[in-house]
């Protein structure tokens, strides 16, 4: 290549790094927590006469030297540039506001710089919990939270910071924690989640509340005696209320057999005089069937040439 293509080549990529540096803005990251408020603060060149804001190519306010500052919709009342302390003050955060701003100073000479800032609107985080479980020999507590998003974990003991060693054990991402030998951690762990202007902590959790419900045999022993002295009690209550209802019931049969009987008239014996055997001996006895009857009257029977 000639030494004069050489050098026009540099100057163009001079130029084009120019550019390129003039053109790409640095964005600042700023976070608030919903409905909290937050100030958005720049640097103001030398001799500027005009600021416009824009979010996502949308004008959110403008403003020109010795004029009052115009907001556009749907930001009206909800932005407050105080020019003098170069501050972008949102009195109320919401969640739609976050986002990317971009400030764009215009000199008086008509050269135009931008600031680019990133604003994050967060949810406050909620109040984590404590998992665990565990033996007498090694316990797992666990960082629970009910959130999608990211957020960084950290571990304290009686209010010192966790640090993994020998007999504790931290995570990757901390969420986790292993404790050998938990008997000898009697102090309150408490987990904390973090991010940048959000922060919340569990409950003080102790290590020997986990052994007590989860490894210790002598709780289940407890719940296997009760069960069965239980089991014991509830037989032999069922076996007294059993004879007690057959009991009754007998009681009531026989009170209704004799209640009954109250009510059968009894007769008297009736006397018989004796019959004279001796008599009755000498009389013959007419077993023929042409004989008297009972009242001692002889029948005969006619024939018809007899009548």
């Known amino acids: 290549m000639r030494p004069d293509g050489a050098a026009a080549?540099?100057?163009?990529l001079l130029v084009l790094t120019f550019v390129f540096t003039?053109?790409?803005t640095a964005t600042e990251i700023i976070s608030g927590l919903l409905h909290n408020t937050v100030s958005l603060t720049f640097s103001k060149p030398n001799a500027t006469i005009e600021i416009v804001c824009k979010r996502e190519g949308n004008k959110v306010f403008e403003w020109e030297?010795?004029?009052n500052t115009t907001y556009f919709e749907p930001f009206s009342e909800k932005f407050e540039l105080q020019i003098k302390n170069n501050i972008v003050y949102i009195p109320r955060l919401e969640k739609n506001y976050t986002g990317r701003y971009v400030l764009e100073f215009t000199q008086s000479d008509g050269h135009i710089s931008k600031i680019s800032i990133g604003l994050i609107v967060l949810e406050p985080l909620a109040r984590p919990e404590i998992a665990c479980i565990g033996n007498f020999s090694v316990v797992f507590l666990s960082c629970e939270l009910n959130y999608t998003g990211s957020y960084d974990t950290a571990?304290?003991?009686?209010?010192?910071?966790?640090?993994?060693?020998?007999t504790i054990m931290l995570s990757n991402e901390n969420k986790h924690l292993t404790i050998l030998n938990p008997r000898n951690y009697t102090g309150e762990f408490i987990c904390v989640v973090n991010q940048t202007g959000n922060r919340n902590q569990s409950d003080p959790f102790l290590v020997q509340s986990c052994i007590e419900t989860t490894g210790n045999p002598r709780h289940h022993f407890v719940l296997i005696g009760a069960f069965f002295l239980a089991t014991v009690l509830a037989t032999v209550l069922a076996w007294i209320l059993y004879h007690y209802y057959q009991k009754k019931?007998?009681?009531?049969?026989?009170?209704a057999v004799h209640a009954s009987t109250d009510y059968i008239e009894v007769e008297e014996p009736v006397s018989r005089e004796p019959q004279n055997t001796e008599s009755s001996q000498d009389e013959p006895v007419n077993?023929?069937?042409d004989g008297a009857n009972a009242d001692g009257y002889e029948c005969t029977n006619l024939t018809a040439d007899e009548e």
Not at 9 to 12: A, F, K, Q, V, Y
Not at 249 to 255: E, L
Request: glycine fraction near 4%; avoid cysteine.
């Open 249 to 255: 019931k007998q009681d009531n049969k026989f009170t």
């Open 287 to 289: 077993t023929s069937k």
């Open 22 to 24: 003039r053109n790409s």
């Open 9 to 12: 080549l540099n100057r163009l």
């Open 65 to 67: 030297e010795g004029k």
């Open 155 to 166: 571990w304290k003991y009686q209010k010192s910071d966790v640090i993994s060693k020998e």
